[in-house]
């Protein structure tokens, strides 16, 4: 593909945006494909998801080269591969990749005749990509009632019945596997072109593969009713619960235990939030493909719009209520869990001012008791330092240096070393405490 544009006389080219090539390719990815009516088609559609998807290219690359075919090129998602009489269109999915392989058909052969087993077995030319999804045993025959009678040749049970919006095809199906595992559809010409017939027949077969892939979300949603119920009662229950837990040590139980199954919730909404999303894509494009068609209704039989509302619509409902319960459900669990996570802080708080307030009590105490001890040792240091005083006084006056009598002198000093004393120790604890602030 041209990667720019060139203006003027072709000397001046335009750089193109990096992804331009990308975009304008990805709508000639998938083109509808001439048919020859009658015609057979085998269709496969496989879980290629993870490292499947580079295997299943390897084996075809492989499969093409061995036989001197043109293999797909890299990044291509859609090939076409004609060998004999018989065409293989591979596509390429996110999750999923197509086998669909065109048979040419005997003009007089009954519909579905032989069985699609038989003559399904070019695919077995290439390893299995992955677990099959869809198989489809589609026959393009042109109008002969009443051998091609849908009637006659389906479940009448759940037989759907359409007409094109022009009226030149007739396509029907009971969307049963038969014996062999395919689902049949037949496709009924009646003046169609082969371009034409080739769109229709690939529309009808995205329509049976959009709708498998649909209800894969079914499954999932079965699996996780019976925990989200769990999860839901027992969130009641704890709620109720909280309202008469009132100790710290039961509120914490109810915390750990809300905490507990937020998890569980999470992970399942995790793990199946990508399915039911991919359930409702696959919805969206198999609703798009049936109004591209432009069915009009025939005789008294059910459409495949009606017939595919009537069955899938509450699967589906299953799958959009799961996922809501499941939001649902995670939003009540972290109100509840932010609830009891306050009242527990508040109660934490509370404990903490308690133990503030005793700290506060015994550093009083201490405060008092170091007071008291103050006093004390004032005295004790008093005493210990007039008897100092005292044996001075009393060996000045022996020697006749001190004409005043001993315990006089040491009387009088008694206030003044105590005053001194006192004045000593209250100076020193102002100052640590000066320190301290």
Avoid at 74 to 82: F, I, L
Avoid at 87 to 95: D, F, I, K, Y
Wanted: overall charge neutral.
């Amino acid at each position: 593909m041209t990667t720019g544009v060139l203006i003027g006389d072709g000397d001046v080219r335009l750089s193109p945006h990096p992804l331009r090539a990308a975009v304008l390719g990805e709508v000639h990815a998938r083109p509808f494909t001439a048919l020859q009516v009658p015609s057979r088609i085998v269709h496969f559609a496989f879980d290629t998801a993870g490292a499947r998807g580079p295997a299943d290219r390897a084996n075809l690359i492989a499969f093409c080269e061995s036989r001197g075919l043109q293999p797909p090129a890299p990044g291509e998602k859609h090939h076409r591969a004609p060998f004999g009489t018989t065409v293989l269109r591979w596509e390429q999915h996110s999750e999923f990749t197509t086998y669909t392989w065109e048979i040419p058909a005997d003009p007089a052969g009954a519909p579905f005749y032989p069985d699609a087993s038989s003559i399904s077995s070019p695919m077995r030319l290439l390893p299995q990509p992955g677990p099959l999804f869809v198989a489809v045993d589609l026959h393009v025959v042109k109008d002969d009632p009443p051998r091609t009678s849908p009637e006659r040749l389906f479940d009448r049970a759940s037989l759907a019945v359409a007409e094109n919006s022009d009226g030149q095809a007739l396509y029907a199906t009971d969307f049963q596997p038969g014996p062999s595992g395919f689902v049949r559809v037949l496709v009924i010409d009646r003046g169609m072109p082969p371009e034409r017939a080739g769109a229709l027949v690939q529309r009808v077969l995205e329509i049976e593969t959009y709708r498998t892939l649909a209800l894969l979300g079914l499954p999932e949603a079965q699996r996780l009713t019976p925990s989200i119920a769990t999860s839901e009662r027992r969130l009641a229950e704890v709620t109720q619960e909280m309202r008469g837990a009132g100790d710290l040590a039961s509120n914490h139980k109810l915390l750990e235990e809300l905490t507990a199954l937020a998890a569980e919730v999470e992970a399942g909404a995790a793990a199946s939030q990508y399915r039911f999303g991919a359930s409702r894509a696959y919805e969206e494009i198999m609703t798009g493909r049936l109004a591209t068609l432009g069915e009009r209704k025939v005789g008294g039989l059910p459409t495949w719009s009606s017939f595919l509302a009537r069955r899938m619509k509450p699967a589906m409902r299953t799958c959009v209520t799961t996922e809501a319960r499941q939001s649902d459900l995670s939003l009540k669990l972290a109100r509840a869990a932010n609830l009891l996570r306050t009242r527990v802080d508040v109660e934490l708080e509370q404990q903490n001012q308690d133990l503030l307030k005793s700290m506060n009590a015994r550093t009083r105490l201490q405060l008092r008791l170091q007071t008291t001890v103050e006093g004390l040792s004032t005295a004790a240091i008093t005493y210990y330092v007039v008897g100092l005083f005292g044996y001075l006084v009393k060996g000045l006056h022996d020697s006749g240096r001190l004409p005043v009598d001993p315990s006089i002198a040491t009387a009088a000093f008694v206030p003044v070393a105590a005053f001194s004393i006192w004045w000593t120790v209250r100076s020193i604890r102002k100052k640590h405490i000066a320190d301290e602030e």
